[in-house]
Nanobody
């Protein structure tokens, strides 16, 4: 599956952004999808994940209550609504399709988008 992330940009602290990840190729609805982020000088970390049906969602503690992951299988797209943004949310955000195992581990995702940069100014 090919993934294309978009929606990043510059936002002020306290503001909102919505990221999108469009999928093509293999059947998108078969995959658990995740969002990860990588800040400068840091390792890539799990942000949020959503089951193939959208019925189950998972969040890192750092974004719980502020970010919402969702998906539209008819549009082959997964979204990340980011609210109450903080400067520490500044990172490149990646969407990824899970291939099995722990949903929190980057190595368990087999397909990755190219990343979209989110910069939060304080």
């Amino acid at each position: 599956v090919q993934l294309q992330a978009s929606g990043g940009g510059l936002a002020q602290a306290g503001g909102s952004l919505r990221l999108s990840c469009a999928a093509s190729g293999r059947t998108f609805s078969n995959y658990f999808m995740g969002w990860f982020r990588q800040a400068p000088g840091k390792e890539r970390e799990f942000v949020a994940g959503i089951s193939w049906s959208g019925g189950s969602t998972y969040y890192a503690d750092s974004v719980k209550g502020r970010f919402i992951i969702s998906r539209d299988n008819a549009k082959n797209t997964v979204y990340l609504q980011m609210n109450s943004l903080k400067s520490e949310d500044t990172a490149v955000y990646y969407c990824a399709a899970h291939r099995g195992g722990s949903i929190y581990v980057t190595e368990k995702y087999g397909y990755w988008g190219q990343g979209t940069l989110v910069t939060i100014s304080s």
